[in-house]
């Protein structure tokens, strides 16, 4: 997919037509923002832990490839296999090879955007497999035909009479407009489904180094089935969410549910080290862990290098006043936000993603909220110098900015435009706004502040 500045301001204009769409996102992203904020605060020195996790991370992705390297021995002598995938084509393929050498037909997912990344339900659909997502967000947009719209709530976009709808036409049984009733009909419907499948599939929050572990966390307990029920397990992750010992993974947990959801903790966290040994209860008989790179490798050492310090908690999307109005899908990107319209051009290509980079006030409200505090702003701006120096700006941008860098070179020359557009916008002017080609802008006041504060002085 691709998002050109065109394309962004057309699906942008939908949404902010869409009162229904509106609605939920002010509701999701203000509760998540309000509780985030509470959590903070409730926890001691918490911004002492957000500097200390910005060495930590900053630490580990200095010496990347020593901390795989660690984590595929330790993860080996667990009993995993390990894949190492270097693009979207490779991670699928050595996937799709697993499931077809094991006879797989019935397979379960746990929410992973590195799935969504590399299209893999896409990819399993069509080589024959069934492929059934567990999170209730996951869900919810699968059977909607839409990709996820937040990195932690995929169907924040939905209201509770919309997803009602998608569950009644799925059943053809009335679905009650209640978020309680709706859990308990998808709870229902998802129980055979783990007991019947081949396959799990799950992404991973962070993988620890020290031990061989992968860390998941959800809300709902259907990672937990996906990782346990089916003989066989795969988890994808990218390689940057390298952990290099549990003492860095503690600082990980402690902010990532706080910055999420606002809770202490997410209500699971699992951890998972190998298969089932001789002596446990339940587990798959295989584990296989995909490391996906994905052009992530070579950001390593550049001014773009902070991104793959992201946790994928979603804080910077729930402050974001573009993302709170235009929402995800209008990005066309498995990352939206803030942290998408760095990571997509970079990861995605900067041509196929050129809009992004621009989709932002650059408030800064971003940096502000991330538990890493990575410098999306400083990101954001250079993306955009990387856009010229590629030539992506349409003729007509160019000669705009040069327009407006010959006005703005001259004093008398921005005196003399600022009255001409006074005199111009006269006809188009309905009290203190302008109304001219489809855009409502606020008018030019008739007496310049310049020159008002020079007659009235200081008082």
Same mark, same amino acid.
């Given at each position: $997919? /691709? /998002?050109? !500045?065109? %394309? =962004?301001?057309?699906?942008?204009?939908?949404?902010? #037509?869409?009162?229904?769409?509106? %609605?939920? +996102?002010?509701?999701?992203?203000?509760? =998540?923002?309000?509780?985030? #904020?509470?959590?903070l605060q409730e926890l001691p020195d918490a911004e002492a832990l957000r500097d200390h996790f910005k060495v930590v991370r900053d630490a580990t992705l200095a010496d990347l490839g020593a901390h795989l390297r660690e984590f595929e021995s330790n993860a080996l002598k667990a009993g995993a296999h390990v894949h190492w995938a270097s693009d979207a084509a490779a991670a699928r393929e050595v996937i799709l090879a697993i499931a077809r050498r094991n006879g797989v037909r019935?397979? !379960?997912?746990?929410?992973? $955007?590195?799935? *969504? *990344?590399?299209e893999l339900n896409a990819a399993l659909e069509g080589a024959g497999f069934e492929v059934i997502e567990t999170d209730l967000g996951e869900r919810i947009v699968q059977l909607a035909g839409e990709p996820p719209s937040h990195i932690i709530a995929p169907a924040i976009h939905k209201t509770k009479e919309q997803v009602a709808e998608l569950f009644q036409a799925e059943s053809g049984e009335p679905a009650p407009a209640e978020i309680q009733a709706l859990t308990e009909i998808a709870r229902r419907r998802l129980r055979q489904v783990f007991l019947q499948a081949d396959l799990g599939i799950s992404g991973g929050n962070l993988a620890v180094a020290e031990t061989g572990s992968l860390v998941l966390v959800s809300n709902e307990g259907n990672a937990r089935m996906v990782t346990s029920l089916p003989r066989i397990h795969i988890a994808l992750i990218g390689i940057e969410k390298i952990?290099?010992?549990?003492?860095?993974?503690? !600082?990980?947990?402690?902010?990532?549910?706080?910055?999420?959801?606002?809770?202490?903790?997410?209500?699971? /966290?699992?951890? +998972? /080290?190998?298969?089932?040994?001789? #002596?446990? !209860? #339940?587990g798959p008989e295989e584990v296989h862990i995909v490391l996906l790179d994905n052009g992530r490798s070579r950001l390593v050492g550049t001014k773009f290098e902070e991104a793959l310090q992201c946790i994928r908690c979603g804080a910077c999307l729930n402050a974001c006043p573009v993302?709170?109005?235009?929402?995800?899908?209008?990005?066309?990107?498995?990352?939206?936000?803030?942290?998408?319209?760095?990571?997509?051009?970079?990861? =995605?290509?900067?041509?196929?993603?050129?809009?992004?980079?621009?989709?932002?006030t650059l408030c800064g409200a971003c940096l502000e909220v991330c538990p890493v505090r990575i410098d999306l702003p400083r990101m954001l701006i250079a993306l955009r110098q990387a856009s010229v120096s590629v030539g992506l700006p349409s003729g007509n941008e160019v000669r705009a900015f040069r327009s407006a860098a010959w006005i703005l070179a001259k004093p008398a020359r921005l005196k003399w435009v600022r009255w001409l557009l006074r005199v111009l916008q006269t006809p188009f002017k309905r009290g203190s706004r302008v109304l001219i080609l489809g855009f409502n802008l606020p008018a030019l006041a008739a007496t310049p502040f310049r020159n008002w504060q020079r007659k009235h002085g200081r008082r």
């Open positions: $997919m /691709t /998002t050109t !500045v065109r %394309n =962004f301001r057309q699906t942008a204009r939908i949404a902010l #037509d869409d009162i229904r769409l509106q %609605n939920a +996102l002010d509701g999701a992203t203000g509760r =998540f923002r309000k509780e985030r #904020d509470q959590a019935k397979i !379960v997912k746990s929410k992973s $955007m590195a799935a *969504e *990344e590399i952990a290099p010992t549990w003492d860095a993974a503690a !600082v990980w947990l402690s902010l990532l549910a706080r910055s999420a959801t606002g809770q202490p903790l997410s209500i699971y /966290t699992s951890i +998972l /080290t190998g298969p089932r040994r001789p #002596d446990d !209860v #339940d993302y709170r109005e235009a929402g995800g899908h209008a990005y066309a990107s498995p990352y939206s936000g803030p942290i998408g319209a760095v990571i997509s051009p970079l990861l =995605f290509g900067l041509k196929e993603y050129e809009a992004l980079p621009h989709a932002s």
